[in-house]
């Protein structure tokens, strides 16, 4: 059970808490319960300190192995119907003294007398029903022991207790008790202590349901519907999951989000090792490293200032102040006295310093003070809070006069069709708000909901909180592609475009009344809206252009958006037929022109080249066919007579076909050679333009 109740509790918004526990403890130990999903959080962050001036001896935690598997370690295993006979026969062997009540009957009288037995437990046995009959009869029970006058025999019901004199057996039947009534979901941690009183605190991490806020928006409005004066209120939420009553507790709510992770530690882990046998061999002398070594003072003839000066310029020396004070738990852990003084009075020296601590909650305003914290922003209620255990509390932090003004929005890729009615307002709080929900209320009437975004304080925030039906909005978008120009740059060729889309708004007013609207787009990166009005506000992520409208009237509205976007191609990819229309077009300069000239000839030379090489081969593959045609004919056809005179004119046709394919191999050569030449030249006078084109 817990010894030390919680004094102080800072909730983040990652489902971790930091808690701070503290109270006056007398003797050697105190205890603190963790559920076991806790326990690695315990491991890695609890710090306890004595501000008494006593020391911390160690930690102590069951090691979270199964109930089965811990159980079955000990000698002696208990069922949970026959528990008796299980303990009588798993002490075989061992020592025991027996309590025996025996029964004497003389007429109607009776007389009990007990008597004392010692020896050596040889066993129990029941006999086995027989016969008619049904059931073990547990009375005939016997249990039989050696003794120094011999083996007794007597019956179980004359047993009314006994001493297991084995320190072996009682030891484990503790063990056995002890693991039984062990909860498997919660883990005690034992805090070893000094001789006498101690005044501790206790400091860890832990898992933690999240804290969430909400907000109340409460506005007056005169006979027009203008809003004259507004408040803004802010409640924390936050849920008791101890099992233990919350009482006059100091809280902090924390926004912001700190690196966080779950570090095995708890669970006992023996890697698989190679076995290797052992050689005779002369022993070793140890080998032993020196390491840098400060003389440390002595720190109980020093005040807690000194203790801290000194302290802190060890830090600067070796580190941080918090790696001094882990060197030191672990120094503590293992038993270094003088050195675990060191810790205690330093953190007594920094909790006095600071005023107390986070421990000390003094009465304050119903309401939270802000606190910026590095990389996070605290609400640090003022009031101490108490919750009953299985509870949950909304916890006042603030209440702000804030002066809004009622504007419509529109954003079709969030609402198509209507703009919202929001409220803007600026955060005047003096706090920065987290994200949560925010109700609005105006001369007492309920007007909406809305999500109020994570706010710095002096920052501008959106509250919308209704749709405004009596303004409608369509919207027709297109994109279009135009041509811009050319450029060389790195030896490649880029044709560049603009990718343009057209928002086109129809914006109609139904009301009565003249209304001003603000039409909003999400940035998007590289696109740049151009001939459209200048945006009336802009920031990272929107663009707002204000427009008023009539009462009963219809507006158009047009906002155009573009970005460049350019496509590459290698230099020997372009024609001149290409070059000569792009030259037309002016998408570039005559001195690029001619620039590119010279180097699109000789690519388009080689094109041509490997053009004609085709065409050229594919001949080749019709003469082949026709040879082997020819060549068969040969084979039916005489020498002599009218087949002879077919048979030259068919041998001359063939040396003709001969002939071309050798025309057609020197020109496949001769075609192979511009391609290179071209391609080369074609090169060099990529190679040869300036740097950068």
């Known amino acids: 059970m817990t010894t030390l109740p919680i004094r102080e509790m800072v909730l983040y918004k990652h489902g971790v808490g930091y808690f701070v526990r503290g109270g006056i403890v007398s003797g050697t130990q105190a205890v603190l319960t963790f559920k076991q999903d806790a326990l690695n959080d315990v491991l890695k962050s609890l710090t306890v300190f004595d501000r008494s001036g006593g020391h911390v001896l160690g930690i102590h935690y069951p090691t979270p192995i199964p109930r089965e598997e811990r159980l079955s370690s000990s000698s002696i295993q208990l069922s ?133 806020v909400s907000y109340r928006l409460v506005a007056d409005a005169d006979e027009t519907g203008a809003i004259t004066e507004a408040y803004l209120q802010g409640w924390g939420l936050f849920d008791n999951r101890f099992e233990e009553d919350l009482t006059d507790i100091r809280l902090t709510l924390v926004a912001g989000q700190p690196i966080s992770f779950v570090y095995d530690l708890s669970e006992s882990q023996i890697p698989e090792r190679p076995l290797i046998r052992d050689k005779a061999r002369v022993a070793q002398a140890p080998i032993e490293f020196l390491a840098d070594h400060i003389a440390a003072p002595n720190f109980d003839e020093m005040t807690a200032d000194e203790t801290l000066r000194y302290m802190e310029s060890l830090a600067k020396r070796q580190g941080g102040v918090e790696d001094v004070l882990k060197d030191i738990d672990g120094m503590v852990l293992g038993g270094a006295e003088h050195e675990l003084g060191a810790a205690s009075q330093y953190q007594s020296a920094r909790f006095m310093r600071a005023g107390g601590g986070r421990g000390i909650v003094e009465s304050a305003p119903a309401q939270a003070a802000a606190k910026e914290a590095g990389e996070f922003f605290e609400y640090q209620v003022q009031t101490p809070v108490t919750v009953k255990r299985g509870e949950s509390a909304l916890v006042p932090l603030f209440s702000a006069e804030v002066k809004p003004e009622r504007e419509l929005l529109f954003n079709h890729r969030k609402l198509q069709n209507h703009p919202v009615a929001a409220l803007r307002l600026k955060n005047t709080s003096g706090f920065t708000l987290e994200r949560g929900p925010v109700t609005v209320a105006v001369e007492g009437d309920y007007k909406g909901e809305a999500i109020i975004a994570f706010t710095k304080d002096g920052d501008d925030l959106y509250v919308p909180y209704a749709v405004e039906l009596g303004v409608k909005v369509a919207i027709d978008e297109k994109q279009e592609v135009t041509d811009i120009g050319v450029a060389l740059r790195d030896k490649m060729f880029f044709f560049q475009r603009y990718r343009t889309t057209i928002a086109a708004y129809m914006i109609e007013n139904t009301l009565n009344q003249p209304v001003t609207i603000l039409i909003e787009r999400g940035v998007i990166p590289d696109v740049k809206p151009f001939d459209s009005p200048v945006p009336d506000v802009e920031t990272v992520d929107e663009r707002r252009w204000k427009l008023t409208l009539p009462a009963k009237t219809r507006r158009p509205f047009v906002i155009k958006e573009r970005t460049v976007f350019s496509t590459h191609h290698i230099l020997n990819g372009l024609t001149m037929h290409t070059l000569a229309e792009y030259l037309d077009k002016r998408y570039l300069d005559k001195a690029l022109y001619g620039t590119l000239r010279p180097i699109v000839e000789r690519y388009e030379a080689a094109r041509n080249a490997r053009s004609e090489i085709n065409t050229l081969q594919n001949e080749k593959k019709t003469i082949a066919t026709r040879q082997e045609q020819i060549r068969a004919n040969l084979a039916t056809l005489q020498t002599v007579g009218e087949e002879g005179k077919l048979r030259m004119r068919i041998l001359k046709q063939l040396e003709k076909s001969e002939d071309r394919l050798a025309a057609i191999d020197a020109r496949e050569a001769e075609l192979n050679q511009i391609i290179v030449t071209k391609e080369a030249e074609a090169k060099a006078l990529i190679d040869a333009l300036p740097k950068g084109e």
């Open 80 to 212: 949970n119907e026959n528990s008796l006979r299980d303990l009588l026969t798993q002490i075989r062997g061992r020592q025991i003294t027996v309590s025996l009540e025996h029964t004497l009957y003389e007429g109607d009288n009776q007389t009990k007398t007990t008597e004392i037995v010692s020896g050596r437990m040889i066993g129990i046995e029941t006999p086995l029903p027989s016969g008619h009959e049904r059931t073990i009869d547990h009375g005939k029970t016997r249990v039989t022991m050696q003794t120094d006058a011999g083996v007794r025999v007597f019956e179980l019901v004359d047993l009314k207790s006994f001493t297991i004199d084995d320190a072996a057996a009682a030891n484990d039947l503790t063990y056995t008790l002890d693991v039984s009534m062990s909860d498997d979901e919660r883990r005690d941690v034992t805090i070893q202590l000094s001789e006498g009183e101690h005044d501790l605190i206790a400091q860890y991490v832990a898992p933690s349901p999240l804290w969430r």
